[in-house]
């Protein structure tokens, strides 16, 4: 049984920045596509960034330049670095995570991925 930890996340400023991380634990995966999603009140959820083994990343648009995921292979583990952070970012994350390597044209979906972290808030406000 796969479980998401999440942590990081919290209250900043426009402009100001915030990490987030996420640990797949229950067994070692030697490929995973893992990533966020995030969901502000009253709106949709969305599909915020994913990166998948030796292939690459898939960023929202409008985060692209200002959020960058890395990822930890060994630790099953990513990292998402968010810089100049605006209002419109507050929301709850979401960790995803699927031993597969999902193509690109799914990577958005949220029908994807086999497993979900609990949420972390991330607050941006002056």
């Known amino acids: 049984q796969v479980q998401l930890v999440e942590s990081g996340g919290g209250l900043t400023q426009p402009g100001g920045s915030l990490r987030l991380s996420c640990a797949a634990s229950?067994?070692?995966?030697?490929?995973?596509?893992m990533g966020w999603f995030r969901q502000a009140p009253g709106k949709e959820r969305e599909f915020v960034v994913a990166?998948?083994?030796?292939?690459?990343?898939a960023y929202l648009d409008s985060v692209k330049g200002r959020f960058t995921i890395s990822r930890d292979n060994a630790k099953s583990t990513v990292l998402l670095q968010m810089n100049s952070l605006k209002p419109e970012d507050t929301a709850v994350y979401y960790c995803?995570?699927?031993?597969?390597?999902?193509?690109?044209?799914?990577?958005?979906?949220?029908?994807?991925?086999?497993?979900w972290g609990q949420g972390t808030q991330v607050t941006v406000s002056s």
């Open positions: 229950g067994r070692t995966f030697s490929t995973f596509t």
């Open positions: 995803v995570f699927t031993p597969r390597r999902i193509i690109t044209s799914q990577m958005g979906v949220a029908g994807s991925y086999d497993n």
């Open positions: 990166t998948r083994s030796s292939v690459g990343d």
